[in-house]
């Protein structure tokens, strides 16, 4: 299956969810924001929402600055 993953088109496993796919970016331990579809899910959310072919997905790392 494919997605949409920050503009580019990138396989994942079918069934997996946004918090597999942060794990298997190595992003697990990140501070992340995650749309899908231009929508922002909730990273308590993350394990519930199963991806779906063609989904947009975009991932966002926060930056500290001043």
Known sequence: MEIE???APHPIAENQNVQDLIAS????NKSLAVAINREVVPRQMWAQRVLQ????VDIVR???GG
């Open 53 to 56: 072919p063609s989904d947009r």
């Open 5 to 7: 993953l920050n503009g």
């Open 62 to 64: 926060a930056i500290g």
């Open 25 to 28: 970016l190595d992003l697990a």
